[in-house]
């Protein structure tokens, strides 16, 4: 069985055809509607041949008109319209129709003047729209006036100077246009058009019935009365100084006469004041039932769902990966409206997001002092295991020995060591259960220069530096911890090099400095580029410990530097403000 597509109607060709006409020759269209039109309405609406020629103007309209396209199809309803106004043109033509109508082609003209950007297009229908108001005010109105009192040589100056428009139509350079441009026209420009056409039509009848003024008077009168009304209105739409009726206008637009600056100020609210994503969702949707257009609100965020208010036929859904959101209208919803409550769910949406995204934040940093905690408490019961550890060497060492004969250096290691090991542990371990409520403990300078002088005594460790002056005191959590760090490290090294000299020094002044050196090799580049700034890793054990010492150190207002990195002079130094 073969298969044909189905051809197009003979009706629908045509259509197609002189749609595309149309658009390729649009000034012909228009020049031939203009000059049926123009005839029309000389030989006056009495003559059979007046009807004809409209009903033919009527036709080019049609594939002119800036609504539809000429391949849609017509429907029902288009097709009731079209057919009472070709009966009216057939049965009821006379002037008032007639002058009714060209004031809706002069609308219908001046609407498509503010969408064309191309120059020479919108001179063409500025030259349209003046002739159609010239045909009016000259061939048309004198004919419903009150009084006629148009010179018939002004009619017949007319009648053969106007079809000049025609001509500076067809002669005005063509341009191109995309295919859409022809369909636009703007609406309210029209209906505004129109309607001041009407009031000076009506404005100048009124002159000449009540001061009895002939028909040009009035009308030149009507007309600088409404360019003088014009102008006082541009005036107060948007004065110099600024604030004029356009920004009350734009505001209405905007807010639909509705309170939702209310709405958002009690949003913004809401996000700096509530903390839980939940909450917040609810009193904000709490706060959008206030807005008089709104009957109820269903949302879904999650696993948790609720609705307020009540339902309505007339609903706005927003949906995003987070919340799902539905508005209820009390009204029927037309474009603005729809536009306006969308914009308010879009809004309400993004700030949960907002608020969501805080709540994570939140706990990623609890997190993460949770881990920086740990881990700067490890590094502290790391380095206290290594005091353990050395007495635990002292002690194996002399284990041979009965109490009697035991080594005084043993004793007196013991006597310095324990109390500072089991004070260390005790404020690791209360930092440990009370991480918020720890903080720094200030200790004169020279109590812990001499205890930290005592606990490595024995060591190899020199301690260059003179005693501190008396009023000096330094944060002792934060010293023990770099103190240790550091001297521990340096000592570790001394393992691959015996000869090694750690040397240990704290300088008193405006500022104060721990300086930790070892004549020991450099540390290499690519360490020493990431050291004391993120976490390394090395054979010495390097990284970890000595950037939770710098974290701590700029918490407590100080600084870690590597302040020298060569072979022979490796040194550390914490900086600050003496206390």
């Given at each position: 069985m073969q298969l044909t597509t189905a051809q197009p109607s003979l009706l629908t060709r045509v259509a197609n055809m002189a749609w595309s006409f149309s658009q390729r020759y649009w000034r012909v269209i228009v020049v031939a509607m203009l000059a049926l039109l123009h005839i029309a309405v000389f030989r006056g609406v009495a003559d059979p041949w007046a009807r004809a020629l409209l009903l033919a103007h009527l036709g080019l309209l049609l594939l002119w008109q800036p609504f539809l396209r000429g391949e849609q199809r017509v429907s029902l309803m288009q097709g009731v319209i079209l057919a009472l106004v070709a009966s009216?043109?057939?049965?009821?033509?006379?002037?008032?129709?007639?002058?009714?109508?060209?004031?809706?082609?002069?609308?219908?003209?001046?609407?498509?003047?503010?969408?064309?950007?191309?120059?020479?297009?919108?001179?063409?229908?500025?030259?349209?729209?003046?002739?159609?108001?010239?045909?009016?005010?000259?061939?048309?109105?004198?004919?419903?006036?009150?009084?006629?009192?148009?010179?018939?040589?002004?009619?017949?100056?007319?009648?053969?100077?106007?079809?000049?428009?025609?001509?500076?139509?067809?002669?005005?350079?063509?341009?191109?246009?995309?295919?859409?441009?022809?369909?636009?026209?703007?609406?309210?420009?029209?209906?505004?058009?129109?309607?001041?056409?009407?009031?000076?039509?009506?404005?100048?009848?009124?002159?000449?019935?009540?001061?009895?003024?002939?028909?040009?008077?009035?009308?030149?009168?009507?007309?600088?009365?409404?360019?003088?009304?014009?102008?006082?209105?541009?005036?107060?739409?948007?004065?110099?100084?600024?604030?004029?009726?356009?920004?009350?206008?734009?505001?209405?637009?905007?807010?639909?006469?509705?309170?939702?600056?209310?709405w958002l100020h009690v949003l913004a609210e809401l996000l700096q004041v509530e903390a839980r994503p939940e909450r917040f969702l609810s009193e904000a949707v709490g706060a959008l039932l206030r807005v008089p257009s709104v009957a109820g609100v269903r949302w879904r965020a999650g696993e948790t769902s609720d609705e307020q208010g009540t339902r309505t036929p007339h609903e706005v859904e927003y949906a995003s990966s987070e919340l799902a959101l539905t508005i209820y209208s009390r009204y029927r919803l037309g474009p603005t409206l729809r536009w306006h409550l969308h914009l308010l769910g879009q809004l309400l949406g993004e700030f949960y997001v907002a608020k969501l995204g805080e709540e994570k934040l939140r706990q990623t940093s609890y997190l993460q002092a949770v881990h920086e905690t740990g881990a700067r408490m490890t590094h502290d019961i790391k380095n206290l295991l290594q005091s353990l550890s050395v007495l635990t060497s002292v002690a194996t060492r002399d284990q041979g020995q009965d109490q009697e004969r035991a080594s005084p250096q043993l004793h007196a290691l013991l006597r310095r060591q324990l109390p500072l090991i089991e004070r260390r542990l005790a404020e690791t371990?209360?930092?440990?259960?009370?991480?918020?409520?720890?903080?720094?403990?200030?200790?004169?300078?020279?109590?812990?220069?001499?205890?930290?002088?005592?606990?490595?005594?024995?060591?190899?460790?020199?301690?260059?530096?003179?005693?501190?002056?008396?009023?000096?005191?330094?944060?002792?959590?934060?010293?023990?911890?770099?103190?240790?760090?550091?001297?521990?490290?340096?000592?570790?090294?001394?393992?691959?090099?015996?000869?090694?000299?750690?040397?240990?020094?704290?300088?008193?002044?405006?500022?104060?400095?721990?300086?930790?050196?070892?004549?020991?090799?450099?540390?290499?580049?690519?360490?020493?580029?990431?050291?004391?700034?993120?976490?390394?890793?090395?054979?010495?054990?390097?990284?970890?410990?000595?950037?939770?010492?710098?974290?701590?150190?700029?918490?407590?207002?100080?600084?870690?530097?590597?302040?020298?990195?060569?072979?022979?002079?490796?040194?550390?130094?914490?900086?600050?403000?003496?206390?």
């Open positions: 009216a043109v057939m049965l009821h033509l006379d002037w008032w129709v007639l002058a009714f109508w060209v004031v809706v082609l002069a609308g219908l003209v001046g609407g498509k003047v503010y969408q064309h950007h191309a120059r020479w297009q919108r001179r063409a229908y500025l030259v349209v729209l003046a002739y159609l108001l010239a045909l009016l005010a000259i061939a048309i109105l004198p004919e419903i006036a009150p009084r006629r009192e148009i010179d018939a040589d002004i009619r017949a100056y007319a009648e053969y100077l106007l079809p000049v428009a025609f001509v500076l139509i067809a002669l005005f350079p063509s341009e191109p246009d995309s295919a859409d441009a022809p369909h636009i026209i703007d609406f309210f420009y029209s209906v505004f058009l129109m309607l001041l056409i009407v009031v000076v039509i009506l404005g100048s009848f009124t002159f000449m019935s009540v001061t009895g003024t002939p028909y040009l008077e009035a009308l030149t009168a009507t007309i600088f009365l409404a360019a003088g009304g014009m102008l006082l209105v541009a005036l107060a739409w948007n004065p110099r100084s600024g604030g004029g009726l356009d920004v009350f206008f734009s505001r209405y637009l905007f807010s639909i006469g509705l309170p939702v600056e209310k371990l209360e930092k440990l259960q009370r991480p918020q409520e720890s903080g720094e403990i200030y200790v004169a300078a020279r109590l812990w220069w001499e205890s930290l002088a005592r606990q490595y005594r024995g060591e190899g460790v020199e301690f260059e530096s003179p005693t501190p002056p008396p009023g000096v005191r330094v944060p002792r959590s934060l010293f023990d911890s770099v103190a240790d760090n550091l001297i521990r490290n340096a000592l570790a090294k001394r393992a691959d090099d015996e000869g090694l000299r750690v040397r240990v020094a704290l300088e008193c002044g405006s500022d104060i400095a721990l300086r930790v050196c070892d004549s020991g090799s450099a540390v290499p580049a690519a360490i020493a580029a990431s050291l004391l700034r993120a976490p390394v890793s090395s054979r010495s054990g390097l990284g970890i410990g000595l950037y939770q010492a710098a974290r701590q150190a700029e918490a407590s207002g100080y600084r870690l530097t590597l302040k020298s990195n060569r072979d022979g002079e490796v040194c550390f130094v914490l900086t600050g403000t003496a206390a």
